[in-house]
Nanobody, 123 residues
Framework: QVQLVESGGGLVQAGGSLRLSCAAS????????MGWFRQTPGKEREFVSR????????AYADSVKGRFTISRDNAKNTVYLQMNSLKPEDTAVYYC????????????????WGQGTQVTVSS
């Protein structure tokens, strides 16, 4: 069955870095757009970044542009999110997701979701 398993979350001080990974299985990873979203209690899940199947097309939320970098390794069925210069407002549960459509950013257009990994940034 389809699985997306995130890892790499944790507690970090402001200004620090974390690298999230998402290992995919059960579908043809290289055909899918992969995205990262985040959610805090009481708020809607928000778009963070996405990367098209080839890795050539990426997009970022304005709040993370210049600090986060998304990448993928189709040979390893894995997508990454390198997060630098972390801020307390980046604290959230981070989810990876897969979409069978190109260049999408709305959570409703993603087909598969992981269980999430907690990122906590202390001030």
């Amino acid at each position: 069955q389809v699985q997306l398993v995130e890892s790499g979350g944790g507690l970090v001080q402001a200004g620090g870095s974390l690298r999230l990974s998402c290992a995919a299985s059960g579908f043809t990873f290289s055909f899918y757009t992969m995205g990262w979203f985040r959610q805090t209690p009481g708020k809607e899940r928000e778009f963070v970044s996405r990367i098209n199947w080839s890795g050539s097309g990426t997009a970022y939320a304005d709040s993370v542009k210049g600090r986060f970098t998304i990448s993928r390794d189709n040979a390893k069925n894995t997508v990454y999110l390198q997060m630098n210069s972390l801020k307390p407002e980046d604290t959230a549960v981070y989810y990876c997701a897969a979409a069978g459509r190109r260049s999408v950013e709305s959570p409703g257009l993603f087909d598969y979701w992981g269980q999430g990994t907690q990122v906590t940034v202390s001030s």
